[in-house]
């Protein structure tokens, strides 16, 4: 009985041990193909994203070639550098703030090459943020949508202001404009509107789940822009 029992014991406790092993290595295997999902799915949209930006710019220089040659030219060389900025982590999923600032003030550059004085941009950024991770381009096509629905007949002159802070283990970043605000058809939702918010909400929630805010507030005049993610340092600061 006893020789039995020792048997039935050591039986069991095999079989537990593979079943353990095999369940892990399932779980393993599971949480590749998941990674590998991830950056692929992360991979489509930044794809979106890049031709969508490009040809947006491409647009801003076509409208003043006619108008101002100077300016036009000035344009395409900063859009150069700032293509050639873009493609140094294409293939990144985060990047510090700063590096995602320098190419925002390159296309701010842009813009304001374009409006001249009726674009004001106005920038409130905490030192101790600047190597937070974020995603890469998560903020200009927020600014793209303040100045693209923000100018009007009768809102001429257009103040963009960006404001990003930490609050706790949080990274907060604001994009808030005094524009004349989205106009949006009936029944449908902001995150409808265009491929840059919803972009936006799909990379954020591609990245951190559940663990993230981004809301649009159309107060007509102006939008407000708000992100809320974890805090992650990166290693080079």
């Known amino acids: 009985d006893k020789l039995f029992l020792l048997y039935l014991l050591t039986v069991s406790v095999t079989y537990t041990y593979f079943y353990v092993l095999r369940d892990s290595l399932h779980r ?20 979106q994203l890049h031709p969508h930006f490009l040809f947006n710019t491409l647009n801003s220089i076509s409208s003043l070639i006619d108008i101002n040659t100077r300016k036009a030219q000035s344009m395409l060389a900063d859009l150069g550098d700032l293509l050639r900025h873009v493609l140094d982590y294409k293939d990144a999923q985060l990047v510090p703030l700063r590096e995602e600032l320098d190419l925002l003030q390159k ?100 990245l951190y789940g559940d663990q993230f805010i981004f809301t649009v507030e159309n107060n007509q005049p102006g939008v407000r822009n708000y992100i809320e993610i974890p805090v992650q340092y990166s290693l080079v600061k």
């Open 28 to 47: 393993v295997h599971r949480s590749h193909i998941e990674n590998q999902l991830l950056q692929t799915r992360l991979q489509m949209l930044k794809s």
């Open 107 to 206: 296309y701010v550059e842009i813009e304001k090459t374009r409006f001249s004085d009726d674009l004001d941009i106005q920038w409130t950024v905490s030192p101790d943020v600047l190597s937070a991770s974020v995603p890469p381009m998560l903020l200009q096509p927020l600014v793209e949508n303040a100045i693209e629905h923000g100018f009007s007949r009768s809102h001429p002159h257009l103040l963009v202001h960006i404001n990003i802070y930490k609050k706790a283990d949080r990274l907060c970043m604001e994009v808030q404009d005094d524009g004349q605000g989205l106009a949006l058809p009936e029944n449908t939702g902001v995150f409808e509107r265009g491929t840059g918010l919803k972009n936006t909400r799909e990379r954020l929630e591609s």
